[in-house]
């Protein structure tokens, strides 16, 4: 935990409830794309590869500390990381999105800096962030030899399939439903999506983070808020003439953001074109299934 937790633990011991609780957390997982290419990339020099990791994940972890997160474990090359515990954090979904946007605006710093070191052979660090807001149980976990301080359930599980879901999606952070709902219009954020990710029944509404708000106050936000908004309507309503139309502005919208959402629009461009040689039955709810996590 973060230094400025440790004081208020110090100051305030009565507050630190180690036993297992039931509280809402706001959970973050990350996770290196293409890590294997990473790796065989120092496969003559293991120790730089160690020295890589490192400064990634010291940087990762700053992020998370410096915004009052409490880092549950690394695993490998990804995080996990929760909101809310041990202290109460009254804007923990806040603090959770801030902390994700420091992220990539630190990798790209850290990408830009290893370029200049390396006269561009580098391969570029890539990250994906999952973060979802709910009722978790957290404390004490494992044997009876071996602990760690960790949160189990439903948020927690969908918090990682979010994390795994920013690859189908083309975008660097997804945040599930409640998350949305407690930040109002503190961040840039779009609708993706009605999903049903693996193992779970209930559809989820999943947003992309994009940006702060001073992002979400510009008109080209606006612009870009009004074109996905079409698009997905439309797409739910059937009307694919329309939701085409709208993907080309989203895509353009993105563009004129510096946010690079080409990927994103071919995705329901696909759709739509699949959907035009063989429509949905007449009881499609929209969702899309996950077939991978």
């Not at 009307?239 to 629009?265: C, E, I």
Request: charged share 25%.
């Amino acid at each position: 935990v973060s230094p400025d937790l440790v004081a208020t633990l110090a100051d305030n011991p009565d507050q630190l409830k180690l036993g297992g609780e039931r509280r809402e957390l706001s959970i973050l997982f990350t996770d290196v794309r293409g890590f294997t290419g990473i790796s065989e990339s120092f496969k003559d020099d293991p120790t730089g590869l160690t020295t890589l990791m490192n400064r990634f994940l010291t940087i990762m972890s700053d992020a998370i500390m410096d915004k009052r997160g409490t880092i549950d474990k690394f695993m490998g090359d990804a995080i996990m990381a929760f909101w809310n515990a041990p202290l109460d954090e009254k804007d923990h979904a806040r603090l959770s999105c801030s902390a994700a946007l420091r992220m990539m605006q630190d990798i790209a710093d850290l990408n830009t800096l290893r370029a200049h070191e390396t006269d561009g052979s580098a391969i570029p660090i890539d990250i994906g962030i999952g973060i979802n807001t709910g009722d978790a149980v957290v404390g004490n976990m494992g044997s009876d030899k071996r602990f760690d301080y960790s949160a189990l359930g439903d948020p927690v599980n969908l918090a990682s399939r979010l994390e795994g879901q920013t690859k189908s999606y083309g975008v660097d952070i997804i945040i599930g439903a409640s998350t949305r709902a407690q930040v109002g219009e503190d961040f840039a954020v779009i609708e993706l999506d009605l999903i049903r990710v693996k193992g779970k029944q209930e559809p989820e509404h999943i947003h992309a983070l994009i940006g702060d708000g001073a992002m979400n106050a510009t008109p080209d936000f606006a612009a870009l808020r009004t074109a996905n908004e079409t698009m997905i309507d439309s797409y739910r309503q059937q009307d694919w003439q329309a939701a085409t139309r709208a993907a080309q502005d989203v895509r353009a919208a993105g563009s004129a953001l510096s946010v690079d959402l080409d990927f994103y629009a071919a995705l329901y461009e696909d759709r739509i074109a699949t959907f035009r040689d063989t429509p949905p039955p007449a009881d499609w709810d929209g969702v899309f299934v996950a077939t991978s996590k």
